[in-house]
């Protein structure tokens, strides 16, 4: 199973684009806080309802838990 869940704060606006298809697509990053020291940054894609969702609740420095599975 590949699956993950990450709470953090956004680090800037997110980026909200319309696919050929027509299809709401967002990315935007999260500042994940580790336990001992430091941050790790990954990007984050929302599709569809998801993503209008955040392009119209969340902005820079909105604090949210993602659940997804993870594409290298």
Known sequence: ????????????EPKVTTTST???KAEFTLA???MNDG??????VA???NAENIEKW???????LVEGHIHL
């Open 1 to 12: 199973m590949n699956k993950t869940i990450s709470c953090g704060n956004m680090t800037d």
């Open 22 to 24: 027509g299809k709401k």
């Open 32 to 34: 994940l806080n580790r």
């Open 39 to 44: 941050a790790d940054f990954p990007r984050f």
């Open 47 to 49: 599709w569809e309802k």
């Open 58 to 64: 969340c902005h820079k420095g909105t604090k949210l």
